[in-house]
């Protein structure tokens, strides 16, 4: 049962389709012409590629740090946004002359200085740059359907021309970065020079002054262990003492930087590699982070996670910092402390030394000392400056061109795509074509199926007439639509609510519903089966029925109903056999009011016994008041309905007089039906209405 009704729904969506098939193929060609037309009108778009490499800085020979180079998982991603970056694009524009061209093809020359950046707008958004997964490798992209018969050669020299400017700005940030890190060294080193310049000019003095012999000095310090023990304490603690300043200048360097800048010099103020490997994974987790948001929403459990783990390496990072810091502390009061001893036991060393030895001894050592601390600072840093110097002069390849861009062919374009163009026009097509004959047919408030006159008007179905039926009687007519009016007068014959009923009135809910047409050919197939059927023209006001007998409408039922004829006066004999005709006649007067119930009801008693079947041709009944006399006189009504036609309100406030009156209505003839689309409703009529009646027992 569920399997029928599936099918059933099915069928109802398929009917919609096919009965409004010249809508869909209509709309459908409409779209997929457009679509072509605008496919073959739209400029064609070419695309040229560069590929290229790119790596952290380091230069092609490191030759005073060659374990310095770190991993920075957010290298990439950086560089990917600088390749594509305004100053990058604008240099291109302004080296290729492309604020000209471009005016030129799309007429923007009148904007003046405003052309470059009209200029640098289009081509940010021609360009295309993408990573080349688990690679160092970027692909630079350009599309370009302007100048006209240039774009080719215009998209590939734009892509090395990006190549070539990004390659210098690299280089040229890289430069004037270290240039100002080595000009910072060299005036410290200079301060330095001066310090060391008045430290030597202050040991000349105090030797001058004294008349101090250094050599003849250093001489007799051998002589004595106690000397010798105090020179190896005054080495210990310049040694010490330069410890002591380079544990302070660490220490507070250490507190002078902010944190960023200590997890990035951490490597380099202690040998503890615990927070570049923390903040190596900090990154890590803030790349999976980008990726997993990009694919996730906010809430995923894998991005609460490596939030949490980002969080976490954070608690890490900031408790490695405070034990750096403390670390250093410890350092520097520990080379304090030391310092501190050797200065005691130099203290005591020298006191025992000051009985022996002058004055002038002491202030010239510690100007020496002083002397010897400045000039080693002072060497540190002319290493390191001299280093920086060779090592910037060293190469340093940070952005190579693997593949460069080449002009696509002129029938090799990107766009537009036509193979794909009409395909999807051809599904839009479709699409929007079945839409609007869904629309349509849900605008359509007439009566379609058998199932709307059954379900809305609670009456049964017993014929179903097809589209262009001309009278049988006429030679040209189908002999296949015979067939539909055979079932019809099967289905009366057999219908319970007709039984042994001989008179039978055709009506309408409104004019030009094919009821005059209907009644004629059902009464020429009744008297082909045997009945001796008649045929009466009582629609007075419309008359329909002579023209298909081909007679005059000058005597009939119009003189039957005022008295000047008999039925046997009016009534002709037709050339087919067991048929009869009564016309509707013509009265000078009118006909209004002419049909009467006491008229009526004599008339059909008169003809009843004389035939088998009476068909009366009613008016419709809204708008006409003969048709509320005629239909409750006769045994049955049958109400036509064309398909399609008018709204089912019609045939619905139709069929509700027909009740109120207390008509017996035996059924509907739907007429009008395109078999060729609707074959259906001939089939299922036929099987229905034959299982429904014939097979049924009868009462009594």
């Not at 090395?160 to 005036?187: F, G, H, K, P």
């Not at 795509?417 to 408030?445: H, K, P, R």
């Amino acid at each position: 049962m569920a399997e029928s009704e599936q099918q059933l729904h099915f069928l109802d969506y398929w009917r919609v389709i096919s009965s409004r098939k010249e809508v869909v193929i209509a709309v459908a060609l409409l779209v997929v012409i457009t679509g072509i037309v605008i496919t073959y009108s739209m400029p064609r778009v070419f695309m040229a590629s560069a590929v290229i490499r790119v790596q952290e800085e380091s230069p092609d020979v490191d030759v005073f740090s060659p374990d310095r180079s770190r991993y920075d998982p957010l290298f990439l991603r950086t560089q990917f946004e600088l390749i594509q970056s305004r100053p990058i694009v604008e240099e291109m524009v302004r080296r290729r002359g492309l604020d000209t061209k471009l005016a030129e093809a799309y007429g923007f020359e009148h904007m003046g200085p405003r052309m470059l950046e009209q200029a640098v707008s289009i081509m940010s958004g021609s360009m295309r740059v993408q990573q080349y997964r688990d690679t160092n490798l970027i692909e630079i992209q350009v599309l370009l359907s302007e100048p006209e018969g240039q774009a080719p050669v215009e998209a590939a020299e734009a892509a090395n021309m990006i190549y070539e400017v990004y390659r210098e700005y690299m280089e040229r940030t890289s430069r004037q970065a270290t240039e100002q890190a080595l000009d910072a060294l060299y005036e410290s080193l200079q301060e330095q020079e001066r310090r060391l310049a008045a430290a030597e000019a202050e040991v000349d003095r105090i030797r001058r002054e004294y008349e101090i012999d250094v050599i003849s000095m250093r001489g007799d310090s051998g002589a004595s262990l106690d000397k010798m023990t105090l020179t190896m304490l005054e080495e210990l603690r310049v040694r010490t003492r330069q410890m002591v300043a380079e544990q302070e200048a660490r220490y507070n360097l250490v507190q002078s930087l902010e944190d960023d800048r200590l997890i990035e010099s951490a490597q380099y103020l202690v040998n503890d590699r615990s927070i570049p490997q923390l903040v190596y994974e900090k990154r890590r987790a803030e790349v999976d982070l980008s990726q997993l948001e990009e694919s996730y929403g906010p809430n995923h459990p894998d991005v609460v996670r490596v939030k949490r783990a980002i969080r976490a390496i954070d608690a890490n990072i900031q408790d490695a910092l405070g034990g750096l810091k403390t670390g250093v502390l410890a350092e520097y009061e520990q080379a304090q402390a030391k310092l501190e001893i050797i200065n005691a036991e130099l203290e005591e060393r020298r006191a025992r030394e000051r009985e022996a030895e002058a004055s002038k001894y002491r202030e010239f050592a510690q100007a020496v000392d002083a002397r010897d601390h400045i000039k080693n600072i002072r060497d540190a840093l002319e290493m390191r400056y001299y280093q920086e110097q060779i090592q910037l002069r060293i190469p340093k390849t940070t952005v190579t061109l693997v593949s460069p861009a080449r002009p696509p062919a002129a029938t090799n374009f990107v766009s537009p795509n036509f193979t794909l163009n009409i395909i999807l026009s051809i599904m839009l097509g479709l699409g929007a074509g079945v839409g609007l004959a869904y629309f349509v047919e849900y605008l359509d408030t007439s009566v379609k199926t058998i199932d709307d006159v059954e379900r809305s008007m609670g009456v049964p179905v017993l014929g179903v007439i097809p589209q262009k039926v001309i009278p049988l009687s006429d030679s040209h007519a189908n002999p296949a639509h015979a067939e539909a009016y055979r079932i019809l007068r099967t289905n009366i014959q057999f219908s319970l609510k007709f039984k042994e009923g001989k008179t039978l009135c055709f009506t309408s809910g409104s004019m030009g519903e094919g009821k005059s047409l209907t009644l004629f050919n059902l009464g020429f197939i009744m008297a082909q089966l045997g009945d001796r059927t008649l045929v009466v023209d009582s629609d007075l006001h419309r008359p329909r029925q002579h023209r298909m007998f081909n007679v005059k409408n000058e005597l009939g039922l119009a003189q039957v109903l005022v008295g000047e004829k008999t039925t046997e006066d009016v009534i002709q004999k037709s050339v087919h056999p067991n048929l009869d005709f009564m016309p509707s006649g013509k009265l000078e007067s009118g006909v209004h009011g002419l049909l009467d119930v006491a008229r009526v009801r004599a008339l059909i008693k008169e003809l009843g016994p004389k035939y088998d079947r009476i068909l009366f041709d009613a008016p419709p009944v809204i708008g006409v008041s003969d048709a509320s006399v005629l239909t409750r006189e006769v045994d049955g009504v049958m109400l036509l309905i064309q398909h399609r036609k008018y709204p089912k309100a019609v045939s619905e406030r139709a069929k509700g007089i027909l009740e109120n009156m207390g008509v017996n209505i035996v059924g509907v003839v739907l007429n009008n039906i395109n078999i060729s689309r609707d074959q259906g409703y001939y089939y299922y009529q036929q099987y229905y209405y034959q299982s429904h009646y014939v097979n049924k027992p009868r009462k009594g």
